[in-house]
T-cell receptor, first 115, second 115 residues
Framework: SQQGEEDPQALSIQEGENATMNCSYK?????LQWYRQNSGRGLVHLIL?????REKHSGRLRVTLDTSKKSSSLLITASRAADTASYFC???????????????FGQGTILTVHP | EAGVAQSPRYKIIEKRQSVAFWCNPI?????LYWYQQILGQGPKLLIQ????????DSQLPKDRFSAERLKGVDSTLKIQPAKLEDSAVYLC?????????????FGSGTQLSVL
């Protein structure tokens, strides 16, 4: 079953604008990861945030994690046409839980950046 | 470093036929995963290997799906017999160490169409 739920399902913006995608999950986690998938390709890891972290940056990416609300957000600043892709959050469960040691993906957000 | 290799890239079969997919993970990666991604959805874990042992196959439809990882390196996923609802992209991923909770590296996938 899907653990994460992304919002919105689709996002269309102009180049240069910021894009924000949200992810909610149900059970306690060890870490949360964001992946990107270009059409017809495999997934590429973007960033990992651990359960004891609140914010993380990588280049134009900013990820936040609120474990009390069981939610995360991915912000892409100054978007480019090349950022057009599907973005997925994935959760890694706590030791002792049924989702321990395996990534469970959400449904994804389709981002379209217009030149 | 070389990425995760998968073949074939595309496969079209008729229902009730058999099909096999092959995956060669990144050299030295202990963990290997097979995910099924239906169009418009996030990847769903089918089976997880640690070296050549199965860690989790709880979501693998064992009446028709089987997978093996020979000598802890390459892996094959087989479907016999295929059903229409098996049409999906089958993604293979590998990771360095289950205990470290690191990111996964994905192959480009095999797109299966069952007619």
């Amino acid at each position: 079953s899907q653990q994460g739920e992304e919002d919105p399902q689709a996002l269309s913006i102009q180049e240069g604008e910021n894009a924000t995608m949200n992810c909610s999950y149900k059970t306690s986690i060890n870490n949360l990861q964001w992946y990107r998938q270009n059409s017809g390709r495999g997934l590429v890891h973007l960033i990992l945030i651990r359960s004891n972290e609140r914010e993380k940056h990588s280049g134009r990416l900013r990820v936040t994690l609120d474990t009390s609300k069981k939610s995360s957000s991915l912000l892409i600043t100054a978007s480019r046409a090349a950022d057009t892709a599907s973005y997925f959050c994935a959760t890694d469960g706590l030791a002792g839980g049924t989702s321990y040691g395996k990534l469970t993906f959400g449904q994804g957000t389709i981002l379209t950046v217009h030149p | 470093e070389a990425g995760v290799a998968q073949s074939p890239r595309y496969k079209i079969i008729e229902k009730r036929q058999s099909v096999a997919f092959w995956c060669n993970p990144i050299s030295g990666h202990a963990t290997l995963y097979w995910y099924q991604q239906i169009l418009g959805q996030g990847p769903k874990l089918l089976i997880q290997f640690q070296n050549n042992g199965v860690v989790d196959d709880s979501q693998l439809p064992k009446d028709r799906f089987s997978a093996e990882r020979l000598k802890g390196v390459d892996s094959t996923l087989k479907i016999q017999p295929a059903k229409l609802e098996d049409s999906a992209v089958y993604l293979c991923a590998s990771g360095t160490n289950r205990g470290k909770r690191e990111k996964l590296f994905f192959g480009s996938g095999t797109q299966l169409s069952v007619l």
